[in-house]
Each structure stands twice: as structure tokens, then as C-alpha cells.
């Protein structure tokens, strides 16, 4: 791609850089960026200044949030002995969005994938376990994506959780295998929740 000027060339590589977005999607973006009033470009680089500069990751379920502790962590009307396990933020909006579970979250933050070089250690499995020894919880529900990673995922931390007071379960199969939990309509997330199943029962299969 030929560009006349080199502002012009600048500010399309960057928005190209963006996953999605090859460069004729950032050229044609970028020369809508160019038609639109000052104030809107203005409020748009400033919005995304002000999410980088100030957003946290909750201290205890490391969901991304605007405080030290998240909404939902702080809500006292969620069932705070219930955590369901999920790999990002994507997967506990996908949850919310089915209004049909009450607990609250532990985002791991990825899945382990040797593959990818992603071992237990770079996710935050040990904040989990930490909860789980204060005796605090009675459920962790496994709503990873039905993977081979996050089967994985799954059993390793059930492993870790041997000997502790408190029952695993995990999402029933109305998520297709190899399905992102992100992708799945509302009322199918919804209704693998409510139908969960005991985690011992899903060992056989793996
Ligand atoms: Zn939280």
C-alpha cells in the first residue's frame, strides 16, 4: 500500500496492528477517524488513555474491574461460597449475561497449554487454592472451554483441590466440544450451569 503522507501511513499501521484488522480495514477507519469532529476523536483516544492508565484486576478474583475489588466480589447479595472457574474476563460477561448464576468468579487468566509454553504457574491457580484452604467455599464449578487445555486445566487444579472440604463440578455438555464458552448463546450457558455435574463424573471421558 502506497501512501501520500506519512501521518496518514503512521496511524494506519497502528490501527492494523489491532487483531482483525488488516490494512484495508485500518485505512478505511482511519479516514473515518479523519471526517469526524475533533471532540469524537478526542473522547475516543481518551477513553482508551483512561482504560489503560486505570484499570485493575481484581485482588481476589483477578476479573478486570475499575477498583481493588471488583462489583461482583463485593456484591453481599452473590453466594459467596461458590466460585466458578473461567479463563478470562469474556467468559464471566458471557455468564453474566445468562443472569442465571449468583456465585462469583475466579479468572484464571489463560488455560495450560504446553504448546503455548503455558504451565500452571503463569496462571493464577495458587490464589484459588489459597481460597479454598481459608474454608470459605463450598463449590468450584469448572466452566472452562471443552478443550483439550481445558480439560487439562480442569484436572489439574481438581488434583490440587484433593483433600480439601469442597466439591468440584463442572458445566454439563450443552457446550459443544472444542467450543469457546464465549460463543455459546445465552440460553445454552445458562442451562449447562444450572445442569452441572459432579467433576468426578467427566474423568472417565478424559
Ligand atoms: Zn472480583
Known sequence: MEFSSKLLENAVLEMSNLPGIGKRTALRLVLHILKQPMQNTTAFTQAILDLKNNIKLCSSCHNISDHEVCEI????????????????????????????YKGIYHVLGGKISPIDGVG????????LLEKV????????????SSTIEGDTTNFYIYKQLKGFDVETST?????????ELEYADEVTLGRSLLHRIPFEKTLKSL
Open 73 to 100: 466480589c463485593t456484591n453481599p447479595d452473590r453466594d459467596h461460597q461458590t466460585i466458578c472457574v473461567v479463563e478470562d474476563i469474556r467468559d464471566v460477561m458471557a455468564i453474566e449475561n445468562t443472569r442465571t
Open 120 to 127: 500452571p504457574s503463569q496462571l493464577k491457580i495458587t490464589s
Open 133 to 144: 484452604k481459608q474454608g470459605t467455599c463450598k463449590e468450584i464449578i469448572f466452566a472452562l
Open 171 to 179: 458445566i454439563a455438555r450443552g457446550i459443544a466440544i472444542g467450543d
